[in-house]
């Protein structure tokens, strides 16, 4: 049921730190991989380590905030292995500065990334989708529910609004289009990381690491490769009846 094989995945933000072994998961399951990212150098690396293991990948530049730039992304890849069966959009942007500092702008910068960025791309990747297929959206557990600014002590802000606020809509449009293209056969579901902070953090910040930590009903942060099970999940045959979901991967931190 897992067997990925014939489909093609396109995987925005497929060269950050969980996009990578997300990356690489499908790739072992047989998938096509299409790693969609501003980071350019990074991709293609990504892209060369696949294919020495045997798996199919090609990189494609993407910049999620321009609508040109997506729709050209759907259209490389349906060029390059003549079909788009799931979108993997695991793309974000926050600002990080605090309530009382952050402008208008900022927040609307933010969400053209974070909200406008992700529909434009997932109608672009339904259009190409005509027998059906899988979206999966990234929200977040901030999507879900509110940060604790107890546990992020200065300097460090709390994590950012314009995020949690993006994140949140994430999950109300990934419902609204599991209900508008259920018909089609598209699946639109969404994955909900918990802490799962970048190698920077994690070496910057111990004392932050401990702390969300000790919120985690597991006692520890996400280790990289871990949301890379459930995206094969989500992209394969095992999940053809999950539709307007949200799974959230976080060590039951919402669970409380």
Known sequence: MFDLTGKTVLVAGGAGYLGQPIC??????????VVADMAGERARQLVAQIREKGGSAEAVALDVADQVSSEDTVKK????????DVLVNATFASIGKRVEDLT???????????LTGAFILARAAADAMPSGGSIIFFSSMYGRVSPDPRIYHAPMNPNPIEYGVGKAGVIQMAKYLAVYWGPRGIRVNVVAPGPFPNPDV???H????????DRVPLGR???QNEMAGTIVFLASDASTYLNGATIGVDGGWTAW
């Not at 890849?77 to 788009?84: A, E, K, M, P, S």
């Not at 111990?206 to 930590?213: G, K, M, N, V, Y």
Request: no cysteine; hydrophobic share 35%.
């Open 24 to 33: 690489t998961g499908l790739a072992e399951q047989g998938a096509s991989v």
């Open 77 to 84: 890849t349906v060029d390059t292995y003549g079909r788009l």
């Open 104 to 114: 208008a702008e900022e927040f609307d910068r933010t969400n053209r990334i974070n």
């Open 202 to 204: 994690q070496a910057g």
């Open 206 to 213: 111990p004392d932050f690491i401990s702390r969300l930590a």
């Open 221 to 223: 942060i996400g280790r």
